[in-house]
């Protein structure tokens, strides 16, 4: 879900727990977590760098995971898990596994959490609005309107998918024939991918041959160092003999937004980097598809991100309690209480050894509670991206007139991106995001709006993209996740602290106290993390 | 089909036509191929790479497609039309559309020519030997042992996919998750793929910031461009604020061979770009994936690549004559005859007004003929590819326990590539390509080697990349194109001249003499231009 650059965020993340370490429990929590607590590698240089410096191997951090735990460790022990979203529902499953007597409490009347596929006939109701999808029925028109892909490395989310039969199938993120576009540059024009990062390829490499050549770097390089380099960059540049970027067919051909193959012969003009490298350009993901969460290969289960969510939940579901509304979290001596209305209203009261808090915190935050002051603070004050996505129903013109068969185009107007789907190729219609917001000022905005608002405007800044916006997306239909009650939040962004630990026994999990935040397998890191704690708890570790 | 890097083989094609350009019905050819008449993008600087100078647009030189001809322009005429292989399919297809009478010559008892998938129970035929497909009997267990991906931009390919119903799905050609190897370099120790890239834009980043940082590019840029390129560096390598490279977590993270999304922390100790830039690095396609034809997204249709060419058949299958072994083809006062053995080796003519050869050269230099002796020199040393694959089925112990899923391995060992999969993920088997060799003298030494030598030779060199190809990897079976009957090649090298002219009334086809060689794509292509040529010629133009 999350589309921020990992690489930044994850140093940041590891630096602030560095510099705020205190007990051992916290250096435990965050080797749990998979946090070195070495800090040299947060975003510093280091003697690394120095060339010949040679780095020990660095040390294992696994999180827990399935199978640290001792069998029936959980025998006669009870849990209340509030949320049953991919976190509730995996501690569910984990620890029924381990002999504890679970009961998970749902707000909402299924479960799955802010894993949401919408098709024919779903109903989004927001804190303020209520819209009907009105897609056809085709079980390939869906829009997964939460997580959408899952990274290669995500092998606990993959492994429930292995262990639950779900059939999983290539998802393409980064699609060299989607576009980037700005209002502001190249005339407003879209461009193909292809081209801006053949040519910065291209400018790159040419501008530091004619360093190499000048003999500006002789104090770093040998004279087999600078042979090597430039043979390498004539390579990844694709420049000519004489070190010059001239063009490559790796940009494509002329014409080639609206035409294939045959389409060759002349060279697209090679853009010169300076004219490259606006902040428009580079910050439009030159690198998004480097990330090591976002790099290829990427899947998407077949039919429907809520596949992986409906195999949980088959398999947890006659621990779950829906439509239970939490009201209040209490600790009592030894154990832990909550009070919740059942789906009659009428209250009801849970007693349990342990509670396992899975609620996403700014849905927390009203509940009443015994957590501590630092829990409490840290849950109220816990920032969310403000997440939108919108989806229209279209005849596939973006493969029909473009070649373009899966991926994102980027623009800098609100809607920031434009998803084409990566499955049911050549139908005659198929589900195209028009919008994927997450960043602050513009999720706002667009969260602001009414459904119907939200439509209009996505289908306006789209279409200056794609002009067939304007008359060929039908059926839209939004989610902005800062109003989907019980959640109240895209994913969260904050540096945990306090939550990484337990109040009494209380736990808190979620994808927002994990390395992986708003990634379905960070909330199952986040949940192994908790039974982690809660299993040391009971062996009197 | 075709790995070799489409961008300087590209160039080279249109230096040398270039240069040896004549009179105006070749630059005609050359136009109908998509191959630009001006020569200035051939490979050398030009003025469009100085600052500041502006290109004129380039001209289009679109290659003919269905829509270009006249309707019932073919009306009382006959072709016979020699191979049943995409190209022949296309041309009986489009050429019946247009009015013309087409009888395909077909050596074969199926058509498809290269276009071969094979599963449980099919037999491989060489000129010296017979293997029997050994593969499980499962839907998704097949191999396609030529074509096997498709560009984004292949339109003509893909209409015909979404003409005929042929479902498509993403295929992974570029898995950052997959390997490198060499047995000389980093202690014969496979490297992950997202490491070495990372590593070397990081290494190349910081040298170049190193020279701008020192104002030795002051001559090239002004302060701004300056600023503006050293904060996109920053982006494009993930340097720290100093401008060092120190690592990201891009690269992913320690023991990642083996474990996932959990094992965070460290981040892995650079490498230094002088250590990767060796040549067995950058040969192994360090820029592969950027390539026209090798970019992402790429497409395969859902259970074989035979799907393509058995919905040609169905369309054509009236008009073939299935095991007819043309022995003559022969020139007549204004028309052509063929002479060949049908399916009990009687001896058979077939008169017709025009004669379209899709036949691979190495094949149809054996046929008694009346062609020109440029045509016939042509085709005796047209150059082809000695293409080799060797597939196992094993059970997918590269998605379990490394997590990878889709993609190429490279090595520099003989086997050159290792594919994965791109469907079927986390079934309990899978075919597994273990070698895919397409250079020369490692495709002559399989080629030479009787299929069970090949085949353990294979699993031999497979085994230092994954171990696991020792015991898991069963039910070899291999193709060498060089020995496959009516074939002889994988696809054709040489650059073409003589056989883009019509000798008399007998035209010629094939991806050989197509702009996109080794592609079915090209196949399609070089069909338009040779039904171009046949209309043309009744249109007296």
């Known amino acids: 879900m999350s589309d921020k650059q990992p690489a930044m965020a994850r140093r940041d993340f590891l630096a602030a727990i560095g510099k705020a370490v205190g007990g051992s429990a916290m250096l435990r929590a965050m080797a749990a977590m998979g946090i070195g607590t070495s800090i040299s590698a947060c975003g510093s240089s280091s003697a690394a760098s120095a060339p010949g410096a040679t780095s020990p191997p660095a040390p294992r951090v696994d999180s827990p995971r399935p199978g640290d735990w001792p069998a029936n460790v959980g025998a006669g022990k009870t849990v209340v898990i509030l ?19 679970c009961t998970l409490l749902e707000a909402r009347s299924s479960a799955g959490g802010r894993v949401l596929t919408l098709r024919a006939g779903d109903v989004v109701n927001e804190t303020d609005s209520s819209q009907t999808c009105q897609f056809d029925i085709d079980e390939e028109l869906y829009f997964n309107a939460g997580p959408s892909r899952i990274a290669q490395h995500h092998e606990f989310l993959l492994g429930y998918c292995r262990e639950f039969g779900v059939k999983l199938e290539p998802f393409t993120n980064d699609n060299r024939g989607a576009w980037l576009h700005s209002p502001g540059a190249f005339g407003g024009q879209p461009q193909i991918a292809r081209q801006l990062l053949a040519d910065t390829r291209g400018g790159i490499a040419e501008l530091l041959s004619t360093a190499i050549n000048q ?61 490259l490298v606006t902040e428009f350009f580079w910050e439009l993901r030159l690198s998004f598809s480097q990330g090591f969460d976002q790099q290829p ?88 991206s403000s997440a939108v996505r919108v989806a229209f129903q279209a005849p596939r013109f973006w493969e029909q007139e473009h070649n373009i068969y899966g991926g994102i185009t ?129 062996l009197g570790a």
């Open 83 to 101: 949320g049953a979203g991919i976190t509730g529902m995996t501690a569910a499953l984990e620890m029924t596994r381990l002999g504890y007597a």
């Open 215 to 275: 003999d500006a770097l002789d104090q770093a390089l040998t004279e087999t160092d600078k042979a090597n380099i430039l043979a390498m960059l004539r390579q990844f540049g694709d420049l000519d003999i004489n070190y010059i970027y001239d063009g490559t067919p790796r940009g494509g051909f002329p014409g080639q937004g609206n035409a294939g193959s045959r389409q060759r012969g002349e060279l697209l003009p090679p853009r010169q980097l300076q004219e």
């Open 297 to 384: 290969a990427m899947l998407q289960p077949a039919g429907g991100m809520d596949r992986i969510a409906r195999a949980f939940e088959s398999r947890v579901v006659d621990d779950i309690v829906f439509e239970a509304t939490v009201t209040e979290i209490r600790k009592t001596s030894g154990g832990t209480r909550v009070v919740f209305n059942d789906l009659s209203g009428t209250p009801a009261t849970i007693e349990a050894d342990y509670c396992m808090v899975t609620v996403p915190a700014p849905a927390l935050a009203g509940i009443d509670n015994d957590f501590s002051a630092a829990h409490q603070a840290e849950i109220e004050g816990f920032q969310y």
């Open 410 to 538: 980027w623009t800098d107007q609100d809607i920031t991106q434009i998803w084409y789907p990566n499955h049911g190729f050549q139908n005659p219609n198929g589900i195209i995001v028009g919008a994927y917001i997450f960043d602050g000022a513009a999720g706002g905005r667009f969260t602001d709006m009414a459904p119907v608002a939200r439509i209009d405007a996505t289908r306006a800044q789209a279409a200056n993209v794609h002009p067939q916006f304007r008359d060929q997306a039908t059926h839209g239909i939004s989610v902005a996740w800062n109003k989907m009650p019980f959640q109240r939040g895209g994913w969260g962004t904050s540096i945990p602290l306090a939550l990484l630990s337990a109040d009494d026994n209380i736990f808190f999990a979620g994808e927002h106290l994990s390395i992986l935040q708003g990634w379905q397998e960070g909330a199952i890191l986040s949940a192994y993390l908790a039974i982690d704690q809660i299993v040391n708890r009971d």
